[in-house]
């Protein structure tokens, strides 16, 4: 495979957007640090106040996280195709189903969108492009609206 496949740097895809093939930052191993010690510095603490450090975090935004849930967006396509009723309700359930396989084994948490700050995902290769923004800080609110010429979502998530 080519080396810019691999590159950080942005590069320029369709309709002047740019865009990365990865993340500019490994991922800590979670191996090079202690838990057990961190969590016996809490004792007697409340939980809401307790600090974690950052490598704890996983290396994306809530905003990222959300628009994972599009990865299967191909079966509202299929879902939009189809003739009969019974497949298409069949094809919406398993895309709603289909957003739970990102977190499968995905302990980290991801880092909290400051107020008005947004994410957009263009993806040419399905057909799709998705904005979202962290509409309210208190309580934590980010909306999400994606679209195809197939479909369109839209919605609301309070995490808290």
Known sequence: MPEEAYSSRPKE???????????????????????????????????????????????????????????????????????????????????AVSALSSNLERLSKPFNPLLGETYELVRDDVGFRMVCEQVSHHPPVSAFHAESSHFKVHGSVYPK
Request: with cysteine; proline share 6%.
């Open 13 to 95: 895809v369709d309709r002047g957007f740019w865009g990365r093939t990865r993340l500019p930052v490994p991922m800590f191993s979670k191996n090079d640090f202690s838990l057990w010690s961190i969590l016996k510095q809490c004792i007697g603490k409340e939980l809401s106040k307790i600090t974690m450090p950052v490598v704890f975090n996983e290396p994306l935004s809530f905003l990222q996280r959300i628009s994972e849930n599009m990865e299967y967006s191909e079966l509202l396509v299929q879902a939009d195709e189809a003739a009969d009723p019974i497949d298409r309700i069949e094809l919406v359930t398993a895309f």
